[in-house]
Each structure stands twice: as C-alpha cells, then as structure tokens.
C-alpha cells in the first residue's frame, strides 16, 4: 500500500468515526431532551406498560378473562383479586390485561385503515391536481365538516355493532384529516426542485408518488398517526360504551365501563378502573 492510499484510507475512517460520533451525540441529546420532559417520560413508561401487557397478557393474567365464577360475585380488590371480580365472578384484573390487547388492535387498525385512505387520496390529489383535486379535497372537506364521533356512528349503523366494525367506523371517521395532512405536506413538495427534476427526465407516476412523495411528506404524517391512535382507542370506547362496538363478553374497556356503571354504588371499582385506563392510555399517545 502506498504512503497516499494509506493517508487516504486513514482520511476516511477518520470522515466515519467523526459521523458515528456525531451521530451518538445526536441521540444522546435526544435521549436527554426526552428525560427532561416529564411529559415524555410518563409517555413512554405507560407505552412500555402496555406493549409489555399486550405482548405477555396470557403469562400476566393470572386468570381465564372469560370464565365465570373465579371468584365471588362484586368481590372489592384484594391480595387475592387485585382488581377485584365483576357481576359474573371473573377476574377484573385478567380482563383489563386482556383488555389492552382489544385496546391496541383498536387503535393501530383504525389509523391504518384512516392512514392507507387518507394518505393515498391526499397523494394523488396534490399530485395530479385539476378536477381530481377539486372533487377529492371537497368530498374530504364535507367529511371533515362532522364529528368524528357521529361518523362513527353513522358507519356502526349501517354495519352493525362489533368490534370489527368499529374498527373500520373509527377509521373511515379519521380519513379526511390524514388525507389533508397528506394533501397540504404534497403542495409543499411537489414545487421543490427534486421533484421538478425527477419530473423533468420522465420519471412515471407511481415512482413520483411512492417513492419521492411519500418518503418526504412522512414526518408530518406518522406524528399526527401517533396522536390519531389516542383518539382512535376514544372514539371506540365511546362506541363500545353505548353497546356498538365490541359485545359482551369481551374485555375491551369501553364495554366494560359501560357494564359496570349499573353497580357504581356497589362496585365502584368497575367504573373507575377502566376509566382510568383508558385515560392513562390516550395522554400517554398524545
């Protein structure tokens, strides 16, 4: 080897350790900024909490989240049932594990559905522009002019009441702010000079759109996503509280906080539980 080849090859594994470590002092800077904020921190311990129970909720659940007669009936939280046990004598806390499993695969299918919508519409409106964008962006526009909650609801109507259905009902309610999200990032990019450039040496469509598009308008999108599953495990707990979303004898939470208003006196613990949970959950996202 050469004395130039060796001062070259020294040159750049020098280049690469001053990248490697600037890019470790970039995450330790993250790292530090997040445990700084409490905000973030309690975010992302309840997180951990209910990947963890979703992950290992037949090894946590020290019972059958279905099965009748555990225990005695409206049994107040003990060493021996933690949560204490429902009208039926099951485990309250067997079902509130199990509970954030419905609770997870809630959230994360609603925002798909609403993001694979939403997203492509937004895409392909900012691109191609015209007649297309006018007709997508108002239809979006009146779909936007209601609630979430009473798209929801309307969508559950015509289903009917399941946990499948509101999964889709919470979606189809969140797909015009996605495909605005997506519509708004696309006007911005499409005028930068990348993308005038792949455009000009006739690069196709579906290369414009999915591979210089949507990798650029990401950002914008999956933070406004993270935010969207707290809503999204909301709204369907609203559903499932008003009998139209997931059915007996399911333990999603929403449910079971509405079957256990009837013994409020009595059990209080029914109610506040999974109140709590589901609250803990949606600001632990946002």
Do not use: C
């Amino acid at each position: 080897m050469t004395d130039a080849t060796h001062k070259e090859s020294v040159k750049i594994r020098a280049i690469g350790f001053a990248v490697d470590k600037a890019r470790g002092g970039e995450f330790e800077r993250f790292v530090r900024s997040i445990l700084r904020n409490p905000g973030a921190v309690f975010g992302l311990a309840i997180f951990f909490v209910i990947v963890v129970l979703t992950i290992a909720a037949p090894l946590i659940a020290p019972h059958d989240p279905l099965k009748m007669g555990v225990g005695p009936k409206l049994t107040p939280p003990s060493t021996e049932y933690w949560f204490g046990t429902d009208e039926f004598g099951r485990d309250f806390f067997s079902r509130m594990v199990f509970g954030t499993r419905l609770t997870m695969l809630i959230g994360i299918g609603a925002i798909s559905i609403a993001l694979t919508i939403g997203v492509v519409v937004g895409l392909t409106a900012g691109y191609f522009g015209g007649l297309f964008e006018s007709l997508a962006m108002r239809g979006m526009d009146v779909l936007f002019s209601f609630t979430d909650t009473l798209i929801a609801l309307v969508a559950v109507a015509v289903l009917g009441p399941s946990l499948k259905n509101a999964i889709i009902a919470v979606g189809i309610a969140q797909i015009a702010f996605y495909a605005r999200v997506a519509h708004s990032a696309v006007i911005v990019e499409i005028n930068k000079e990348y993308f005038i450039a792949s455009s000009a040496v006739g690069s196709g469509h579906l290369r414009m759109i999915f591979l210089h598009l949507l990798p650029n308008t990401a950002s914008p999108i999956i933070i406004m996503a993270t935010i969207g599953i707290a809503t999204a495990i909301l709204n369907a707990a609203g559903l499932s509280f008003l009998g139209l979303g997931a059915q007996p004898p399911s333990s999603e939470w929403g449910g079971m906080l509405a079957a256990g208003r009837v013994y409020i006196t009595l059990a209080p613990w029914l109610v506040v539980i999974p109140g709590v949970a589901i609250s803990l959950v949606v600001l632990a996202f946002n």
